[in-house]
Structure formats: structure tokens, C-alpha cells
T-cell receptor, first 112, second 111 residues
């Protein structure tokens, strides 16, 4: 089992460029999440999904969009990247809302 | 909005000393989870506490959930260099639909 796989692992963007981060899970989990991690800020929830075709805003959703067209995939999009979006992005999934979350390896994004 | 707070933010100990991190929520939690993130790694689930006053042990780690279900602690006895990392607590958001994490406590251990 691969678990939760994130692509890419590293990316450098120029301000104003767009990109999509892909998260794939093979555990048939209903819930999927996108977090960003910045020094001293912990893990902050960007968007999440409680099932295929659903998305919801988290704590810091501005500047990001998400889609969950297939149960196993959760995409995070940056339409116009800004330096403030330089961060490490983690995707996670869980079977249900109160169960253990499994994290991907992370994507280190730098916006210059 | 709902907040999950952790203290201390950083802790350095000598190998063999004990370590405790505390987690406090602004709202009552149905459950609390603890995760560990090694340097350069991703968060890994440690444990979940559900009942008021619950205490669980994993070898040298002791986890407690407060009676009011608004606070929790993680205590490590006789730290080892393998305990190095950041420990996060996490609880459900107000809608109960997602996990909200504290800022974490970063533990460093010198031998």
C-alpha cells in the first residue's frame, strides 16, 4: 500500500504563476485534507473534503482552490502564486472524521 | 474561532530527563489525537483519547485527557535521542468535520 502520495515533492514558482498539487490515497478514505506548515505556526487547515464531490474551507483558504472529483484524489490549486504561499504543504486522509489521519510526505513550495 | 494551543513551543532536555507538553482547547473536544513529526518528515499518528480523564500509555509515553475534555498532556519518561521531533495535538473543528492542530512542541535531546 502506498498510503497517501503527494506530487510534486518540490516546486519553485514565480509570483503570479499557477500550479496544482495532487494528493492520492489508496485506502478508500472518505475524508481528505490539505494543510500548510510554516515555522512556528503548526499545521493550518486550508481546505478539506468529507467525501467525493464535496469540499469545504478550513482556517486559511484564501488564495487556494480544491477539487475532489474522484474519491481517491484531492487537488489543491494556486491560481496566482504569491510569496506568502511559500510553505510545506501536507495532504492527509482519514477513514472517518474522528479516526486517525494519514499524511503524505509533503510538498515544499517556494514562490519567488 | 476554535483554537488549540500547545505549550511550550520548544523544549530542550538532556537525555534521560522527562518531558511534558500541554494542549488546551478553547472548546470541549469529543476526542483528541497526538501526532509526532520527525525533522524533515511528516506527522505520524500516535494515539487518540476519547473519554474524560482517560490515561493511555505507550512504553515511555503517557497521554492524558482532562476531565473537562478541554485539555490534554503528553509526558515522556527518560527521554532518548529517538524522541526528537515535534509533537502535535489535534482535535475536531466545531463542525466535527476536520482536524485542527495545535502549533506543536519541538523537542530536542542532547546526549
Amino acid at each position: 500500500n502506498a498510503g497517501v502520495t503527494q506530487t510534486p515533492k518540490f516546486r519553485v514558482l514565480k509570483t503570479g504563476q499557477s500550479m496544482t498539487l495532487l494528493c492520492a490515497q489508496d485506502m478508500n478514505h472518505e475524508y481528505m485534507y490539505w494543510y500548510r506548515q510554516d515555522p512556528g505556526m503548526g499545521l493550518r487547515l486550508i481546505h478539506y473534503s468529507v467525501g467525493e464531490g464535496t469540499t469545504a474551507k478550513g482556517e486559511v483558504p484564501d488564495g487556494y482552490n480544491v477539487s475532489r472529483l474522484k474519491k481517491q484524489n484531492f487537488l489543491l490549486g494556486l491560481e496566482s502564486a504569491a510569496p506568502s504561499q511559500t510553505s510545506v504543504y501536507f495532504c492527509a486522509s482519514s477513514y472517518w472524521r474522528d479516526t486517525e489521519a494519514f499524511f503524505g510526505q509533503g510538498t515544499r513550495l517556494t514562490v519567488v | 474561532g476554535q483554537q488549540v494551543m500547545q505549550i511550550p513551543q520548544y523544549q530542550h532536555v538532556q537525555e534521560g530527563e522527562d518531558f511534558t507538553t500541554y494542549c488546551n482547547s478553547s472548546t470541549t473536544l469529543s476526542n483528541i489525537q497526538w501526532y509526532k513529526q520527525r525533522p524533515g518528515g511528516h506527522p505520524v499518528f500516535l494515539i487518540q483519547l476519547v473519554k474524560s480523564g482517560e490515561v493511555k500509555k505507550q512504553k515511555r509515553l503517557t497521554f492524558q485527557f482532562g476531565e473537562a475534555k478541554k485539555n490534554s498532556s503528553l509526558h515522556i519518561t527518560a527521554t532518548q535521542t529517538t524522541d526528537v521531533g515535534t509533537y502535535f495535538c489535534a482535535g475536531p473543528n466545531q463542525a466535527g468535520t476536520a482536524l485542527i492542530f495545535g502549533k506543536g512542541t519541538t523537542l530536542s535531546v542532547s546526549s
